[in-house]
């Protein structure tokens, strides 16, 4: 979020300051009028202990300077340093609900809910990306103010089709899937579906994780292309563009940036049924429960003007509730309320 709304802040006339790790391959000091600051981060070395270590040692450099705000993105490992906060400045954006994602079960739960309420009490202000998340945190009485994340309006590449062929992709007649390989974005039902459809699905994601790798075991169709992790935006739009359903399954999380570029592409997204992808999709689209749901879906082929003004509405919410330069002005005024 950061590497959009940054530059915006600066150039409203506000001196910005973001800090990264000291291992950053680019060891830049300023990118866009923004700050940089380099912080020591041991995690190569101790794992995700030194993911506390680097955010200890932010909140300490972070005290020390005549900052108006200081904004936290998260809490999941700097919620244990939040007696260090200073709280009359601390600004913190609460994610999405991180204790009940699968994989942080028990005692980690546990912890996240602990942190969790440390950040609510040692913040002045509490961002929510969601207005469910909202509702949620409305039990700490801190106040609260509902700010989405962004996404961009993205067009077809002008050599889509040559472009997946290369990369020896479908071009037509297929449904994408992109995100993290988790129980919790629900990609067990997503494969299951697809299987049980017939139905050809390219799903983006690291499948070499435990969890993957069982996923691949247990769904071996040919009708899946499982096309690993896939950074150059160029073939992922290129996919998002010409898929004829777009499938969503996270289910914990706020507003969720893929959920945001799949409609920027103006795709037609078939998404897990929960208040968070209602809110974000605002009818657009379809909404599933479960992987029979779901295959139902996915064998149905909606006509060219249906797609077409499906696009169309999809790109002009994404414009009118989901742009960088209103998620910008909205922290501004946030930061400026709460002082």
């Known amino acids: 979020m950061a590497t959009q709304t940054a530059p915006l802040w600066v150039k409203a006339g506000h001196e910005v300051v973001v800090y990264t790790v000291g291992n950053h391959p680019e060891k830049i000091s300023e990118l866009n009028g923004v700050a940089i600051r380099h912080i020591f981060n041991p995690e190569k070395r101790l794992g995700l202990s030194g993911q506390f270590i680097y955010d200890y040692l ?11 705000v200081i904004l936290q993105l998260g809490y999941t490992t700097s919620g244990i340093w939040s007696f260090l906060w200073p709280k009359h400045k601390t600004v913190t954006n609460m994610d999405g609900l991180e204790h009940q994602r699968a994989k942080y079960a028990g005692l980690l739960s546990s912890f ?57 992709f479908p071009t037509d007649n297929f449904h994408l899937h992109i995100g993290r390989i988790q129980p919790d974005n629900h990609v067990f039902e997503i494969l299951d579906a697809a299987v049980n459809s017939g139905e050809t699905l390219v799903t983006v994601g690291d499948y070499t994780t435990r969890y993957g790798r069982k996923l691949k ?3 071996p169709e040919p009708n899946i292309i499982y096309a690993g992790t896939i950074y150059d935006k160029t073939i992922l739009n290129a996919l998002r563009t010409r898929a004829t359903f777009y499938l969503h399954g ?8 893929a959920l945001l570029e799949a409609m920027g592409a103006g795709a037609m997204v078939l998404a897990h049924e929960n208040p968070f992808n209602a809110s974000v999709l605002g009818g657009l689209g379809a909404l599933w429960k479960d992987e029979e749901a779901l295959a139902l879906l996915l064998t149905q082929r909606p006509s060219n003007a249906i797609r077409e003004e499906q696009s169309r509405l999809s790109r002009e919410r994404i414009s009118a509730h989901f742009n960088w330069e209103h998620v910008a002005e909205s922290y501004l005024h946030a930061f400026t309320t709460a002082q």
């Open 112 to 168: 996240l809910k602990w942190s969790e309420r440390r950040a609510a009490k040692r913040s002045k202000l509490l961002i929510a990306d969601n207005p469910e998340i909202a509702n949620y945190l409305s039990k700490y009485k801190v106040p609260i103010s509902t700010i989405a994340y962004g996404s961009e309006i993205i067009e077809e590449p002008a050599d889509a089709k040559e472009l997946l062929q290369r990369h020896h």
């Open 250 to 257: 996270h289910s914990v999380g706020g507003t969720n940036p």
């Open 217 to 219: 075991a247990t769904f």
């Open 58 to 68: 932010c909140i300490l450099d972070a005290r020390t300077k005549n900052f108006d």
